[in-house]
């Protein structure tokens, strides 16, 4: 019976990802317009960065023109790895692994950003010692409205910013790990039993995640009314549209891929095939979001809303003084 059920199982539907070359000659005539064009869009994705990078180096000052460099290049590496995944479909744990090690600094360099764009640390401080913040966000606590107010201070502010810098320490490590471990043949995705490593990795890679999201969220929904004149909240949703396409998007289509759902099409097996799929979709995505961070990020360095708002108050004073 078993030899009957595997005669009918194409060959290709068993083996590992095809090599380039066979990428290449399987190509017909609509699939070699679609490559070209996301790869087309891939290439202008990391020229319109570059060229952003140049203006924010120029414009803006030290430490935030690196801290925007770092976010801004998120989208364009994404979608420069998954063309790369795309064309070598065997290179595709490498060019994941290097999305998503990137994209951990990423979430460590928003915090930080929001932090910067309120006048660094000491003002942050000054500011909100002693001010209570909520705690209750997501993806964590955002179920939890009970939970009390916490008090801002240099010890809460230390442990928010190390909250989100182990992700992006742990990230790197465990994905330095896993790709020894594949390797070996000691890692493989599809390999759902106990005694498999993956198993045991990617669910404590999803704790630390969650965990690091956390205190990002705290700062944000405490913070984002003082900068609202600054695009914040715009900013934080690419981010975090950037988050749920790169990686939830990702877990989904794989988990299909390993069901069966997605189906083999010689000379991609269901995971090899369902893995391009991704890719190719979040060329697509990632470049939509490129073209809209450089709109949000393309300005100069303006003063901060506490200034501006003492500054159009005292103007205000003056006008009903001298009326």
């Not at 179920?143 to 992006?168: D, E, H, I, N, T």
């Amino acid at each position: 019976m078993e030899e009957a059920l595997n005669s009918t199982i194409h060959p290709a539907c068993l083996q590992e990802p095809p090599l380039a070359i066979d990428v290449i000659k399987q190509l017909d005539v609509f699939e070699i317009c679609l490559y070209s064009m996301l790869t087309f869009m891939s290439c202008v994705s990391l020229l319109l960065y570059l060229e952003q990078c140049i203006f924010i180096y120029k414009k803006l000052p030290y430490p935030k023109k690196t801290i925007i460099i770092w976010i801004n290049g998120a989208a364009p590496v994404i979608s420069t790895m998954a063309c790369f995944g795309m064309w070598i479909p065997k290179a595709v744990m490498f060019t994941d692994m290097t999305s998503n090690c990137y994209f951990a600094v990423v979430v460590y360099k928003v915090l930080v950003l929001m932090i910067e764009e309120l006048g660094g640390s000491d003002v942050f401080l000054k500011r909100f010692t002693g001010e209570t913040f909520r705690i209750s966000t997501g993806p964590c606590c955002c179920c939890c409205p009970c939970l009390p107010r916490v008090p801002m201070s240099r010890r809460m502010l230390f442990w928010l910013k190390l909250g989100a810098l182990q992700y992006a320490i742990l990230k790197t490590v465990l994905s330095v790990l896993a790709i020894i471990l594949w390797t070996n043949g000691n890692f493989d995705l599809s390999d759902l039993e106990i005694t498999g490593t993956a198993i045991w990795i990617n669910p404590f890679i999803g704790v630390l995640t969650i965990i690091s999201l956390w205190p990002v969220a705290i700062i944000f929904m405490n913070t984002n009314r003082y900068l609202r004149s600054l695009n914040i909240v715009p900013k934080y949703a690419m981010y975090q549209l950037i988050l749920v396409l790169s990686q939830l998007q990702t877990s989904i289509i794989n988990i299909l891929a390993l069901d069966g759902t997605i189906a083999c099409a010689p000379p991609f097996s269901s995971q090899a095939r369902g893995s391009m799929l991704s890719q190719q979709m979040m060329i697509m995505e990632m470049f939509i979001i490129t073209l809209v961070n450089r709109v949000l990020y393309r300005r100069t360095y303006d003063t901060l809303p506490s200034e501006a708002h003492d500054n159009n108050q005292n103007s205000k004073v003056l006008v009903e003084h001298d009326v």
